[in-house]
């Protein structure tokens, strides 16, 4: 994997538990896992409607070099958006160079 491909700085995310300052009080959120540097590849939008709504959902690919642990329960925050990891898909030749994670946006992507 060359390294000019990789000019996002992505953050993973994985579900966690943070305390609410003022309650002291544990509540569900985010912890992070690493800072990045990561290849976007968007591949593809589509409108659908649920439930009466009309909603959009974008769909595309990072890749980042290999880094175990990461699955999909995490997400990835980058430029403010957050995207929904569909799948950890290792390389081809080793497994242990890259890995290329699916993703979704606008469906599903709560705090």
Request: charged share 25%; proline share 6%; aromatic share 6%.
């Amino acid at each position: 994997m060359r390294a000019g491909q990789l000019r996002h700085r992505i953050t993973i995310e994985k579900p966690g538990q943070t305390q609410d300052p003022e309650t002291g009080e544990m509540i569900p959120g985010w912890e992070v896992v690493a800072t990045v540097w990561a290849a976007k590849r968007p591949s593809s939008a589509r409108e659908f409607k649920q439930s009466q709504a009309g909603q959009s959902e974008v769909t595309g690919e990072f890749q980042i070099r290999y880094r175990p642990g990461i699955d999909a329960t995490m997400r990835i925050v980058h430029k403010g958006q957050i995207f929904n990891i569909e799948g950890v898909l290792p390389d081809d030749r080793s497994g242990r160079e890259h890995l290329t994670l699916p993703y979704s946006e606008g469906v599903n992507d709560g705090s």
